[in-house]
Nanobody, 128 residues
Framework: QVRVVESGGGSVQAGGSLNLSCELF????????MGWFRRGPGQARESVVV???????RYADPVKGRFTASLDNAKNTLYLHMNELKAEDTGMYYC??????????????????????WGEGTLVTISS
C-alpha cells in the first residue's frame, strides 16, 4: 500500500527558515501531482502548493514568494523550502498524493485529494 511520510517540522523564530520533506513508499511517481496543505490551531485546512511531476508548482497567495516546492522524482520525494516564516505559518503541514493529477493542478486542488494518500503531518511552530 502506498504510504506518504512527512518529516522536517520544528520550531523557529519568525523570519527563519524550515525545510520539509515528504517521501512516498511503495509507489513510483509518474504523471502525478503532489501537494502540501496545512491546518493552523483551531483553523480549517488551507492549501499551500500543488506541484506536478514535471516540476510546475502553483502556490497559495499567503506563501507565494516565501515557500518553494521541489520534486525529486528519482527519490519519490517532495520538498518544501519555507523562508521568511511568520507566526501565522504555524500549524500541522500535510503532504498528499494525487494520481494522474485527477483533481487538477491549481493550488487549491490539494484540499480534495483522497485522504487515503495523505501523510500524518509534521508540526511547524513559528514564534514571534
Amino acid at each position: 500500500q502506498v504510504r506518504v511520510v512527512e518529516s522536517g517540522g520544528g520550531s523557529v523564530q519568525a523570519g527563519g527558515s524550515l525545510n520539509l520533506s515528504c517521501e512516498l513508499f511503495r509507489y513510483t511517481l509518474r504523471n502525478d501531482c503532489m501537494g502540501w496543505f496545512r491546518r493552523g490551531p483551531g483553523q480549517a485546512r488551507e492549501s499551500v502548493v500543488v506541484i506536478k511531476s514535471d516540476g510546475t508548482a502553483r502556490y497559495a497567495d499567503p506563501v507565494k514568494g516565501r515557500f518553494t516546492a521541489s520534486l525529486d522524482n528519482a527519490k519519490n520525494t517532495l520538498y518544501l523550502h519555507m523562508n521568511e516564516l511568520k507566526a501565522e505559518d504555524t500549524g500541522m503541514y500535510y503532504c498528499a498524493l494525487d494520481f494522474g493529477c485527477s483533481h487538477g493542478v491549481g493550488y487549491a486542488a490539494v484540499l480534495n485529494y483522497n485522504s487515503e494518500y495523505w501523510g500524518e503531518g509534521t508540526l511547524v511552530t513559528i514564534s514571534s
